[in-house]
Every structure is written in structure tokens, then in C-alpha cells.
């Protein structure tokens, strides 16, 4: 039985990073594996607040709108007037972004087994960091990861 794929519309986000604008977190359901194997999409629920200009801290992962798509993933690089964001679940394709396109910061993973997860601490961004820079085998330790934790789902 192949698995249903269910899509989320920009509008979703778009509510989303109104309320987050306002200055009110959001819980949001995350659908995609672009952030594998930290989080699980279909599983897995964040929660985002609302991002206030602060600079913010490599490995912190933030909602942000890039080509015209709401997006969730990691800061990965920096510099004075952009952010670098990549997704844990994504090996190479970097979004640039200005750093005022930032809509809000990823604060808490729910994930499905009833545990929360605090996302912003400084030993969690290293540890995505970590993640970040060892690119050239972690597409063999997500194949591994989908393997031992996704394999139920097909």
C-alpha cells in the first residue's frame, strides 16, 4: 500500500507567519523530511515564536520565505546583511535570504512519542552544526536512518 502524500499550502505558513507577526507563537504539524532526522515529518509538530531582528546563532532553525515557498531549516552560515539556511534532510541547495526575511525561530520539536524537544540551546546547535558539516556522509546515514525508522511507511 503506497503511502498517501498530503501537501501544505503556502496559506498555511502564510497564517502562520501572520500570527507570528502579531508576536504569538505557532504550533504547526511539519509534513516534509527536509529536516530528517531531527524531525519527522507526519509525525513530528514545532513550535515557532516570533522572530524580533536579534541576530541569530549558527545552527538555530528559523521559518523564513524563500522563492516564493515558507521554509524550515537550519542556519548554517552567515554574514552581515544575509542568512545561509540549509535543511538537515538536504545536502547542498543553500537559501539566501535577507536577514529581515526572517518570520520565526523554531523553539520547541513536539515529537510523536509524547517527548518535547527545546531546539535552542547552545549543545543542540552544535550538535546541527555538526550535522551541517559532515554533508559528504550523511546522505548514506539518512539512507541508514529511513531504513531503520521510516522503513513501516511504504
Not at 504550533?27 to 515557532?48: A, C, E, H, W, Y
Not at 513536539?110 to 554533508?135: E, F, Q, S
Amino acid at each position: 500500500m503506497q503511502k498517501e502524500i498530503r501537501l501544505v499550502s503556502n496559506n498555511y505558513f502564510a497564517q502562520a507567519a501572520e500570527r507570528l507577526a502579531s508576536g504569538t507563537a505557532v504550533r504547526l504539524s511539519v509534513m516534509g523530511n527536509s529536516m530528517l532526522p531531527f524531525i519527522l515529518g507526519g509525525k513530528d509538530q514545532i513550535t515557532l515564536v516570533p522572530y524580533s531582528g536579534q541576530d541569530l546563532p549558527l545552527g538555530i532553525a528559523a521559518l523564513y520565505r524563500w522563492e516564493d515557498k515558507y521554509m524550515i531549516h537550519r542556519l548554517v552560515k552567515k554574514d552581515a546583511s544575509h542568512y545561509h539556511f540549509l535543511g538537515d534532510g538536504n545536502i547542498c541547495r543553500l537559501e539566501i535570504i535577507k536577514r529581515d526575511q526572517v518570520l520565526g525561530i523554531l523553539q520547541t520539536i513536539h515529537h510523536a512519542n509524547g517527548k518535547d524537544t527545546d531546539a535552542t540551546p547552545a549543545h543542540w546547535l552544535r550538535m546541527g552544526m555538526v550535522w551541517y558539516h559532515i554533508r559528504p556522509i550523511r546522505r548514506y546515514l539518512l539512507f541508514i536512518f529511513r531504513k531503520l525508522f521510516l522503513h513501516n511507511e511504504k
